[in-house]
Every structure is written in structure tokens, then in C-alpha cells.
């Protein structure tokens, strides 16, 4: 199984930006993803999260309402659109997967995960 996020960048305040993750070795509606973020000396963050059934969706409450996650079925791929970016959004941003089909918060419950992909948010 790999994941491969790619779609970060340096974007303004205000600004909007879609994070990609391209997933092999899994089929998306087996297996629930997840994004999450990690800014270096802290702890990784829940960001959100997809079911494998494309139901049922989960965001932390500081991106709730601003970010979607979605997915294309037929191209395996996870996407985080992320609108009205704040410079406390800046982050490297991570897609994982879930050897379940149900969503999660915690990273522990995720078996693999992508490389990362950098957002900065200038003010």
C-alpha cells in the first residue's frame, strides 16, 4: 500500500488550496482515510476524515466548515479542499489510511501513511 500527497504550497491568507493523495494497494471504498497535519515540536493533528462508504465525513472543529474531504472513486485519490486558510493553518499535511471502513480521530488507528505535503499561509 502507498499514499502519495502532493498539492501544498505557499498560499495567502484568505487564500484556498486542494490537497491531493493518490492511494495503491487499497480500493477507497474498503477503507476509511484520513487527513492530519504536524507542525514540527507538536503532536499530529486530526484534520479530517472519509468513511469507506463516502457516507459519513469528520473534521476537527478548527477546520469545520472551511475544508471538505472528498474522494474520486475511480481515480483512488483523497482530496482536502481547503478555503478561507488562516496562517495557523501552515502545516505539513498527511493522508492515511484505516484498515477499517469507519472514520477516526487518532493516528493510531491509521496503518499507512503518506509523505506529506508543506502549507504555508502567509498573513
Known amino acids: 500500500v502507498q499514499l502519495q500527497a502532493c498539492g501544498g504550497g505557499l498560499v495567502q491568507a484568505g487564500g484556498s488550496l486542494r490537497l491531493s493523495c493518490v492511494v495503491s494497494g487499497r480500493t477507497l471504498s474498503r477503507y476509511g482515510m484520513g487527513w492530519f497535519r504536524q507542525v514540527p515540536g507538536k503532536e499530529r493533528e486530526f484534520v479530517a476524515a472519509l468513511s469507506a462508504s463516502g457516507t459519513y465525513t469528520d473534521y476537527a472543529d478548527s477546520v469545520k466548515g472551511r475544508f471538505t474531504i472528498s474522494r474520486d472513486s475511480a481515480k483512488n485519490m483523497v482530496y482536502l479542499q481547503m478555503n478561507s486558510l488562516k496562517p495557523e493553518d501552515t502545516s505539513v499535511y498527511y493522508c492515511?489510511?484505516?484498515?477499517?471502513?469507519?472514520?477516526?480521530?487518532?493516528?493510531?488507528?491509521?496503518?499507512?501513511w503518506g509523505q506529506g505535503t508543506q502549507l504555508t499561509v502567509s498573513s
Open positions: 492515511a489510511s484505516r484498515p477499517t471502513t469507519f472514520v477516526s480521530r487518532l493516528p493510531g488507528a491509521y496503518d499507512y
